[in-house]
């Protein structure tokens, strides 16, 4: 991989030297077949041939946990070589056959544990495509196979993907970096009794057959390629969203996200038409490890946002929000990712205070720079200073090292910063002109550095911003803003008093407290004991709570202050609820003593099968 950066590097440069000698050069349009820059997270020689489609067609075995069949891949010879090089991981390759028919040549690279290997294909100049046979590993890492048991319905088993940052070549052989984009189509064979979705154009029923068919006609990255299975069923929520759930969960599922349809309707007001035709979400069962990912016209969403009280939202506005930030001007690489995700957080705010109102935004944000401060702590009390810059290094590295609030956070107040001196009025025209200009092309950070000094601020402005600081310095800039809320500061009274011991739990006045108040109060409270512990869970039974956001920030302290009787409850979310958000911070409290470390490992024996790879990657090593 090292000489193939290099020689991209090279090549890169050569082409952005040729592209701007000889173009006369729109500032205002992105790269598109030209060059893109070296992707360390990827074997593929994008730049020499480029995928431009893909055809699948597989079929589902739960029996053996596989996906079987092929993939179609399209090509653009941009330079008329002889190889094409995709990304794969443990997948076995029964064959491969070009658009003749004729066998091609090919031969699996080294493998590395988190790259995986380049698989090199012999083409000819005239290749128009290739067609590749191939069985998925029982252990691919996007792919998570679930037990009826880990199911609401507990009668069906369930697949589903999670194929960001570089898990596509885990059940796709493909160009497996962001910068590529593709379109795709694909017929999944299944048990008839289940139903098939994908990021792409969806039904609704299942079929008497158990083939399904999709086509996502926009160019998309192979990170937002995904694929569910399952006894799931459809309601509309209005004329272009609708949400798929197990029959048991669907009609709370409706309820909660009532707001998706106006969430789109605000979006387009702000920042132009939504692009992918449908908006819909699949709440799938509590193992999927994220809160929510981003596929085109299918969001996955974790069942911990039905929280019975419709507080949990905001998650839905993020995810929608990524339809332009991320599935229409995508981050070249990974190193870019604060583009992807700091520009969503901030476009998430600006749909959440138009729906909800300013207080609740404002709640929001200053939860998210709590949120941002401590991350910023950690990763400096670590010495991993350069991680907290927006633009990241993870060369030789998992991308997945990158997924940190610094890129969702520092990014967001970034792009606030730059709302504040430019106003809000010119930051809007800016940005829907970018996310038009730019749609369905990548970006990276320097050349958005470039299209906003040459698109919306004066040189003074520019000074004002010190943009150089937020990308390429540490922590967070002087002139970040202090997010202020007034309902945050009436619990911040509450929270005060207690933790001097002025007031007892039972006096706190809680009127109208929210999900949000609730957690902005459990992330303030300090020199707990045992007794105020008690006293908090006998007032507010903290530890019974259906709210898995506020079940974990209670169960930190409960791990801290040792308090024995949450501790069941605790095993509960630990085994039932595989979102890695959740995870990480309670195993990683309980690693710090011998006894819970034990307690701990014990849970884990059951609860490690129940996770997706992303999920027991990353608590393996936290409890090795
Ligand atoms: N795209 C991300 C999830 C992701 C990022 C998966 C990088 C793998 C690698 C998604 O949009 C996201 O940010 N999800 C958040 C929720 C959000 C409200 C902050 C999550 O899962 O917690
Ligand atoms: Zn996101």
């Known amino acids: 991989m090292w000489n193939q950066t290099i020689q991209f590097r090279t090549l890169a440069l050569t082409l952005v030297i040729f592209a701007v000698g000889c173009t006369s050069g729109d500032p205002d349009e992105a790269k598109d077949a030209s060059a893109l820059r070296a992707d360390a997270h990827s074997y593929a020689n994008f730049n020499d041939v480029r995928v431009k489609h893909i055809s699948l067609d597989l079929e589902v075995d739960f029996d053996k946990k596989v996906l079987t069949g092929s993939a179609t891949l399209d090509i653009d010879n941009i330079h008329n070589v002889n190889l094409l090089v995709l990304d794969v991981r443990k997948l076995s390759i029964h064959g491969i056959i070009d658009d003749d028919g004729d066998t091609a040549a090919f031969a699996l690279g080294e493998e590395s544990a988190v790259f995986g290997s380049p698989l090199n294909i012999t083409i000819q100049p005239e290749t128009k495509s290739v067609t590749v046979y191939y069985t998925t590993s029982p252990d691919a890492d996007a792919l998570q196979w679930l037990d009826p048991i880990q199911t609401l319905g507990k009668e069906y088993p369930f697949l589903f993907s999670q194929s960001q940052a570089i898990l596509a070549r885990t059940w796709v052989p493909c160009q497996d970096g962001p910068g ?105 069962p509590p193992s999927f490890p994220f809160g929510g990912m981003e596929n085109p016209r299918l969001t996955f969403a974790t069942p911990t946002i039905i929280a019975g009280d419709r507080s949990l939202v905001a998650l839905i506005a993020h995810e929608l929000a990524h339809s332009w930030s991320g599935n229409l001007v995508t981050n070249e690489t ?78 967001r107040f970034f792009l606030q910063t730059v709302e504040t001196i430019v106003g809000r009025e010119r930051f ?141 409850a605790m095993k509960a979310f630990l085994v039932n609820v595989g979102r890695r958000k959740f995870l990480t911070p309670l195993y990683t409290r309980l690693a710090e003593t011998d006894k819970n470390k034990k307690w701990a490992n014990a849970v884990y024996q059951d609860a490690r099968p129940r996770y997706h790879s992303v999920a027991y990657n990353t608590i393996d090593n936290i409890l090795k």
């Open 180 to 284: 590529v984009k593709f379109t795709y189509n694909a017929t999944i064979k299944t048990d008839p009794s289940l139903i098939a979705l994908m990021s792409a154009e969806n039904g609704t029923t299942k079929n008497t057959d158990g083939v399904y068919t999709f086509k996502m006609e926009q160019p998309i990255s192979s990170y937002l390629l995904a694929l569910t299975v399952g006894d799931l069923s459809f309601a509309s929520t209005g004329r272009n969203s609708g949400v798929y759930a197990e029959p048991a969960m669907l009609e709370k599922a409706v309820w909660e996200l009532n707001a998706m349809q106006s969430m789109i309707d605000s979006a387009e007001t702000l920042y132009g038409p939504y692009a992918w035709g449908r908006y819909d979400v699949v709440v799938l």
């Open 334 to 411: 990974w190193n870019d990712f604060w583009l992807n995700e700091g520009f969503t957080v901030y476009f998430e705010q600006r749909i959440m205070e138009k729906i909800f109102g300013k207080p609740y935004e404002n709640m929001l944000t200053k939860l998210g720079m709590g949120d941002l401060e401590r991350t910023l702590e950690e990763l400096e009390s670590e010495g991993k200073e350069a991680d907290t810059h927006l633009y990241l290094n993870l060369d030789g590295r998992d991308p997945d090292d990158g997924l940190t609030d610094v890129a969702y956070e520092k990014g």
């Open 428 to 568: 809007d025209v800016f940005l829907k002109k970018y996310f038009t200009k730019n749609k369905f092309k990548t970006m990276d950070t320097e050349r958005f550095i470039d299209y906003l000094n040459t698109h919306l601020m004066s040189t003074e402005e520019q000074k004002q911003l010190n943009a150089n600081a937020w990308i390429y310095g540490p922590g967070l800039p002087d002139n970040a803003p202090t997010p202020n809320s007034t309902e945050l500061d009436r619990v911040e009274t509450a929270i005060a008093k207690f933790n001097n011991n002025r007031i007892q739990a039972d006096d706190i006045n809680t009127e109208g407290y929210t999900t949000h108040h609730w957690l902005y109060f459990l992330r303030g409270l300090k020199d707990l004991n045992l007794q105020k512990m008690k006293d908090l869970d006998a007032s507010f039974q903290f530890t019974e709570t259906g709210n898995c956001e506020i079940s974990c920030d209670w169960f930190k302290h409960c791990i801290d202050q040792d308090y024995i009787p949450a501790f069941p």
